[in-house]
């Protein structure tokens, strides 16, 4: 729809904008730490327990900033990408087998029978924190509990409103495997669910969320050649389904199941 696609290339300006000022911004960083770490390691630093306590903030602060620019460098699609053939299969049910060990007791984690699923093409662990931070949305929007739901089916081709967004000429012939993710959680209103991929969109306190999330979901989904959709009702709750393109001449997956590993930020 014409509404999807405007959607679509406004995220992709402000993709391009924030793209341009993470990059730099990042090379700053580096030069900050770098000095900082210099600093460190003078000798004269280490009788002044207070000059060392300054540089270890700084150091803290410039970490947390090169954390920032990483997501915005995701969300632009600026990423290093390692691309390999992952089983979708073997992902969720050790992102499962984590999530119950670490997540809230009254969350359900529930994973449908994975069948007949091709490998797809994507950066394994990328794709991983990907489902990671979708997860602890879901999380975050059952505060009293619920299901979380992990479903993953083969599609020959695009949905319609999708391919029309990506592929107007009708060129892609790949196939894809569908993940979609759904909590039982306060679901978002018309407003969020509109600006919900847009980086630093946030409806969290201040030190909860940063609004990231979804804008990394969304680049790394991109930036894959695949797509993401987000089906959300107030009330009821929300699904997000990632389309990632299979492996075209599917070999073998990798026969190491790819670690679920991750800590859980609190
Ligand atoms: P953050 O989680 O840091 O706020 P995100 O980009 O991941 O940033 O999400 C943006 C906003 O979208 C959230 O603040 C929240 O309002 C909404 N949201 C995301 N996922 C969900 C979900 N599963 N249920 C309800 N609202 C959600």
Same mark, same amino acid.
């Given at each position: 729809?014409?509404?999807?696609? $405007?959607?679509?290339?406004?995220?992709?300006? !402000? &993709?391009?904008?924030? &793209? +341009?000022?993470?990059?730099?911004?990042? $090379?700053?960083?580096? !030069?900050?730490? &770098? $000095?900082?770490?210099?600093?460190?390691?003078?000798?004269?630093?280490?009788?002044?327990?207070?000059?060392?306590?300054?540089?270890?903030?700084?150091?803290?602060?410039? /970490?947390?900033?090169?954390?920032?620019? =990483?997501?915005?460098?995701?969300? *632009?699609? /600026?990423?290093?990408?390692?691309?390999?053939? !992952?089983?979708?299969?073997?992902?969720?049910?050790?992102?499962?087998?984590?999530?119950?060990?670490?997540?809230?007791?009254?969350?359900?984690?529930?994973?449908?029978?994975? !069948?007949?699923?091709? #490998?797809?093409?994507?950066?394994? %662990?990328?794709?991983?924190?990907?489902?990671?931070?979708?997860?602890? $949305?879901?999380?975050?929007?059952? #505060?009293?509990?619920?299901?979380?739901?992990?479903?993953?089916?083969?599609?020959?081709?695009?949905?319609?409103?999708?391919?029309?967004?990506?592929? #107007?000429?009708?060129?892609?012939?790949?196939?894809?495997?569908?993940?979609?993710? *759904?909590?039982? +959680?306060? &679901?978002?209103?018309?407003?969020?669910?509109?600006?919900?991929?847009?980086?630093?969109?946030?409806?969290?306190?201040?030190?909860? =969320?940063?609004?990231?999330?979804?804008?990394?979901?969304? +680049?790394?989904?991109?930036?894959?050649?695949? @797509?993401?959709?987000?089906? *959300?009702?107030?009330?009821? %709750?929300?699904?997000?389904?990632?389309?990632?393109?299979?492996?075209?001449? @599917?070999?073998?997956? @990798? *026969?190491?199941?790819?670690?679920?590993?991750?800590?859980? #930020?609190?």
């Amino acid at each position: 729809s014409e509404e999807a696609l $405007n959607h679509a290339q406004r995220l992709e300006s !402000v &993709g391009q904008l924030t &793209g +341009g000022i993470a990059h730099d911004f990042n $090379n700053l960083l580096t !030069v900050i730490q &770098g $000095n900082l770490q210099v600093l460190e390691e003078l000798p004269t630093l280490a009788d002044d327990p207070h000059a060392l306590q300054l540089v270890d903030a700084a150091t803290r602060a410039s /970490r947390r900033g090169a954390e920032l620019t =990483g997501k915005l460098l995701a969300f *632009s699609r /600026r990423q290093v990408l390692q691309p390999s053939a !992952v089983d979708v299969g073997q992902l969720l049910l050790s992102l499962a087998g984590m999530l119950r060990r670490t997540l809230d007791q009254r969350i359900q984690i529930a994973v449908e029978p994975l !069948v007949d699923l091709p #490998p797809v093409l994507a950066d394994p %662990g990328q794709l991983e924190s990907t489902l990671l931070n979708i997860a602890i $949305n879901a999380r975050d929007a059952m #505060p009293e509990g619920g299901t979380l739901r992990f479903t993953a089916t083969p599609h020959a081709r695009l949905p319609g409103a999708l391919r029309a967004e990506l592929d #107007p000429q009708g060129q892609a012939d790949g196939g894809f495997v569908a993940i979609a993710i *759904s909590d039982t +959680g306060s &679901g978002m209103s018309e407003e969020v669910k509109e600006r919900a991929f847009e980086p630093f969109f946030t409806t969290k306190e201040a030190g909860r =969320g940063t609004g990231l999330g979804l804008s990394t979901v969304y +680049g790394f989904v991109k930036q894959s050649h695949g @797509a993401v959709t987000l089906d *959300s009702t107030p009330g009821s %709750g929300t699904c997000l389904t990632l389309y990632i393109p299979t492996q075209a001449d @599917a070999q073998a997956p @990798a *026969s190491e199941p790819v670690p679920a590993t991750q800590a859980l #930020p609190p």
